[in-house]
Nanobody
Framework: QVQLVESGGGLVQAGGSLRLSCAASGRTFSNYAMAWFRQAPGKEREFVVGIRGSGVSTSAADAVKGRFTISRDNAKNTVYLQMNTLKPEDTAVYYC?????????????????WGQGTQVTVSS
């Protein structure tokens, strides 16, 4: 069982930055691929970025490439989402997700555990 708790959301102006954190319980954090998803009002939850358990390989949705970076600290059981050059269309609830596999994939249903979400609002 893995419990995930996100933090770091808030209100920021367009062009600004935020860093989200996701703290995970359990002693085998490095066995889980991690990802961030987001869900805007009236839209489906979508993949944002993912990272392998080792942290060696990452992937990102086209909409955030070059602006968002995922990283992890397995010693601290924490994954991070650094968001730069934020746009109003990045406004959403951001969710941390864990998958009992070495691969981070884009499919929402492939993830086993989810956090409660943290709101990110970007004003224009």
């Amino acid at each position: 069982q893995v419990q995930l708790v996100e933090s770091g959301g808030g209100l920021v102006q367009a062009g600004g930055s935020l860093r989200l954190s996701c703290a995970a319980s359990g002693r085998t954090f490095s066995n889980y691929a991690m990802a961030w998803f987001r869900q805007a009002p009236g839209k489906e939850r979508e993949f944002v970025v993912g990272i392998r358990g080792s942290g060696v390989s990452t992937s990102a949705a086209d909409a955030v490439k070059g602006r968002f970076t995922i990283s992890r600290d397995n010693a601290k059981n924490t994954v991070y989402l650094q968001m730069n050059t934020l746009k109003p269309e990045d406004t959403a609830v951001y969710y941390c997700a864990a998958r009992a596999s070495i691969w981070a994939v884009t499919t929402r249903g492939a993830y086993d555990y989810w956090g409660q979400g943290t709101q990110v609002t970007v004003s224009s």
